[in-house]
């Protein structure tokens, strides 16, 4: 029940979100996808635009809702891009992909649900953190699991290259359950197919996008247990302190004045 009060919220903020100025799929490089033109295209910091790497199959945080992109993170993106005075255009990518367009230049910065690691901090910079993300267990309703320590003999579905995956693929020493049991799918959607069809028994995701999908999915639920509690932030590349100091600079501010809390409960209901 509670999945589907989100889904209706969702909806209701997308509403309101479609008369307001956000990002849009139009505006934005919609040709990300084919690895053409957009990608080619050096990004500097006094270009007019501000360039967001996403992978917008991550609701609430970002998805594709017709022509535009939406979510807690485009909101975000856009807040920063008005402080800079800057456009805000959207590179859809791959979550894998989205690190190298920042070490590249061809983004400036991402929002994208991403976890700070340590591992990541080695290639890119992040600003504070802005939510909290826990990766949480999504089974069939039938199914037998009831927490990770029954996944141990499972096949698990994850995420290309997010955190769920490589914790999952972690040794069983260090909490994971050894890369034999991880099968990684380009996005949430592709892995909560594969459960669906029973290519494997779990998938290990980020706690809102799995309610959407959940509520999406009839059939499947998520476990009580939490996987693991992490937080996310925007990376920018390494070293380009003038954005960061602006990102953490509107982060400040959108924290301080409310807007913040008041766009993460546009999408995402109170428990
Ligand atoms: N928070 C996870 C990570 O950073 C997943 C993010 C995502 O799939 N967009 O790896």
């Not at 919220?9 to 990002?23: E, N």
């Not at 910065?109 to 340590?118: C, H, I, K, P």
Request: charged letters at 25%.
């Amino acid at each position: 029940m509670k999945a589907k009060k989100i889904v209706a919220l969702v909806a209701a903020a997308a509403m309101v979100l479609s008369m307001a100025a956000c990002g849009s799929a139009d505006s934005s490089s919609s040709d990300a996808k084919d690895g053409s033109a957009a990608a080619e295209t050096t990004k500097s910091s006094d270009s007019d635009t501000l360039v967001m790497a996403t992978n917008a199959t991550f609701p609430p945080y970002e998805y594709v809702d017709g022509e535009d992109y939406k979510g807690i993170d485009i909101e975000i993106a856009q807040a920063i891009a008005d402080a800079m005075g800057k456009k805000l255009e959207v590179d859809d990518i791959d979550f894998d992909s989205i690190i190298p367009a920042i070490t590249t230049g061809k983004a400036d910065m991402s929002l994208a649900g991403m976890t700070v690691t340590d591992e990541r901090k080695q290639n890119v910079d992040f600003s504070d953190t802005y939510a909290t993300g826990v990766q949480v267990i999504i089974v069939p309703e039938d199914s037998d699991i009831t927490g990770p320590d029954d996944l141990a003999d499972k096949m698990i579905g994850v995420q290309q290259g997010t955190t769920g995956h490589i914790y999952c693929s972690d040794t069983p020493e260090n909490g994971g359950f050894g890369e034999d049991h991880v099968t990684a799918y380009p996005n949430g959607a592709s892995a909560i197919q594969a459960l669906q069809t029973g290519k494997v028994d779990a998938v290990v995701i980020d706690n809102e996008p799995a309610k959407a999908f959940v509520a999406e999915n009839p059939g499947l639920k998520i476990l009580d247990t939490e996987y693991v509690t992490e937080d996310y932030a925007i990376a920018v590349k390494k070293g380009n302190t003038e954005l960061l100091d602006q990102i953490n600079e509107t982060l400040a501010k959108l924290k301080a004045d409310g807007t913040l809390q008041s766009i993460i409960d546009k999408y995402i209901k109170a428990e």
